[in-house]
């Protein structure tokens, strides 16, 4: 079964420094999202994408934080000066052309902020 | 805003048992309500998608429900087996009538079986 791939899976990083984290959707999928979990919390929406553009972002994605899909196959997600706060389990998901369709999620990539 | 709650926050039960997982929200405007199971430091895996128009769907020992007006969906499971030890996310998905397909989650349930 077709799945959502994510790396790096762990990412340590030093505050203020840039960051990409890398996903590739499902080949026919055409939402795009990330979402992120800080330890003990709930999973928090991101940021969608659809047709080359922002859908609709949360309060959390601000002027730090950006998204592309370069080619055909990879979404990414830029934070440009990392904070301590940004350490988090962050998830990138997909669904296809029917809004009504289930999320698949990859299985994370967590990002530890030193 | 949406607010999705789930209770228990955890649960443990002795092996065999049918145990049931409760999800509400505070909005009843929703497309449809997604049950994921997560492991430890793992990702999401989705169990059930529950349309807004339907009351139910099964998936082998699984079956949620859901009752849109009252803003509840249940997630029982049968005959529990150590195997079905995880955190159950419930998530719904808004119809605010645009482009809006994010998941809002609520905090989960962690279930351990016991053998």
């Known amino acids: 079964e077709p799945e959502v791939t994510q790396t790096p899976s762990h990412q340590v990083t030093q505050m203020g420094q840039e960051v990409i984290l890398r996903c590739v959707p499902i080949s026919n999928h055409l939402y795009f999202y990330w979402y992120r979990q800080i330890l003990g919390q709930k999973v928090e929406f991101l940021v969608s994408f659809y047709n080359n553009e922002i859908s609709e972002k949360s309060e959390i994605f601000d002027d730090q934080f950006s998204v592309e899909r370069p080619d055909g196959s990879n979404f990414t997600l830029k934070i440009r000066s990392t904070k301590l706060e940004d350490s988090a389990m962050y998830f990138c998901?997909?669904?296809?052309?029917?809004?009504?369709?289930?999320?698949?999620f990859g299985d994370g990539t967590r990002l530890s902020i030193l | 805003k949406q607010e999705v709650t789930q209770i228990p926050a955890a649960l443990s039960v002795p092996e065999g048992e049918n145990l049931v997982l409760n999800c509400s929200f505070t909005?009843?405007?929703?497309?449809?309500l997604q049950w994921f199971r997560q492991d430890p430091g793992k990702g999401l895996t989705s169990l059930l998608l529950?349309?807004?128009?339907?009351r139910e769907q099964t998936s082998g020992r699984l079956n949620a429900s859901l009752d849109k007006s009252s803003g509840r969906s249940t997630l029982y499971i049968a005959a529990s087996q150590p195997g079905d030890s995880a955190t159950y996310l419930c998530a719904v998905k808004e119809d605010s009538g645009g482009s809006n397909y994010k998941l809002t989650f609520g905090k989960g349930t962690l279930l351990t079986v016991n053998p």
């Open positions: 909005d009843s405007a929703i497309y449809n």
């Open positions: 998901a997909s669904s296809p052309r029917d809004s009504n369709q289930p999320q698949h």
């Open positions: 529950i349309q807004s128009s339907q």
